[in-house]
C-alpha cells in the first residue's frame, strides 16, 4: 500500500516535478544526499534540519509561507497584516543567510517575526 505524501514531502515532491529537476540534481546544487531527498520526498524521514530545509528553499525557490504550512507552522504568520512583506523579508533572509557563512543571521528571521506580532497583534 503506498503511503500518500503530505506536508513538506508533498512540497518537495511537486516543486522537483514543476521545475523538472532528478534528485542527482537538487543533491549535486544543496550537497545533501540523493538518497536522503529521496527519504523526505516519500515522507519516510525524521524532519529535515533547518539547515537542509534553507537549502531546499533557496535551490527550488520555495515560499517560505508553504514551507511553514508545510510543517503545520503556517498559522503564526496568518495573523499578521503584512503577510506577504513578511514572509518576503523571512525568505530574503534566508537567502542572506545561505550566503553567509556559519548561519548567522538565521535569528534575524525570528526577529522579523516577533517584530510583525508587535506591530499587529494586540492583546485583549
Same mark, same amino acid.
Given at each position: 500500500?503506498?503511503?500518500?505524501?503530505?506536508?513538506?514531502?508533498?512540497?518537495?515532491?511537486?516543486?522537483?516535478?514543476?521545475?523538472?529537476?532528478?534528485?542527482?540534481?537538487?543533491?549535486?546544487?544543496?550537497?545533501?544526499?540523493?538518497?536522503?531527498?529521496?527519504?523526505?520526498?516519500?515522507?519516510?524521514?525524521?524532519?529535515?534540519? +533547518?539547515?537542509?530545509?534553507?537549502?531546499?528553499? $533557496? #535551490?527550488?525557490?520555495?515560499?517560505?509561507? @508553504?514551507? &511553514?504550512?508545510?510543517? /503545520?507552522?503556517?498559522?503564526?504568520?496568518?495573523?499578521?497584516?503584512?503577510?506577504? +512583506?513578511?514572509?518576503?523579508?523571512?525568505?530574503? $533572509? #534566508?537567502?542572506?543567510?545561505?550566503?553567509? @557563512?556559519? &548561519?548567522?543571521?538565521? /535569528?534575524?528571521?525570528?526577529?522579523?517575526?516577533?517584530?510583525?506580532?508587535?506591530?499587529?497583534?494586540?492583546?485583549?
Amino acid at each position: 500500500m503506498k503511503k500518500e505524501k503530505k506536508g513538506f514531502s508533498k512540497l518537495l515532491f511537486y516543486k522537483r516535478g514543476e521545475l523538472n529537476l532528478s534528485l542527482r540534481e537538487i543533491a549535486e546544487q544543496t550537497n545533501i544526499h540523493p538518497s536522503y531527498l529521496w527519504r523526505l520526498e516519500m515522507d519516510d524521514s525524521k524532519s529535515p534540519s +533547518f539547515e537542509v530545509v534553507c537549502k531546499l528553499i $533557496e #535551490v527550488l525557490g520555495l515560499d517560505v509561507k @508553504e514551507v &511553514f504550512d508545510a510543517f /503545520g507552522y503556517g498559522y503564526l504568520l496568518n495573523h499578521l497584516e503584512e503577510e506577504d +512583506f513578511l514572509a518576503g523579508k523571512v525568505q530574503s $533572509e #534566508v537567502k542572506r543567510a545561505m550566503r553567509e @557563512e556559519g &548561519f548567522h543571521y538565521i /535569528g534575524r528571521i525570528v526577529e522579523i517575526i516577533e517584530e510583525g506580532k508587535k506591530k499587529t497583534y494586540v492583546q485583549p
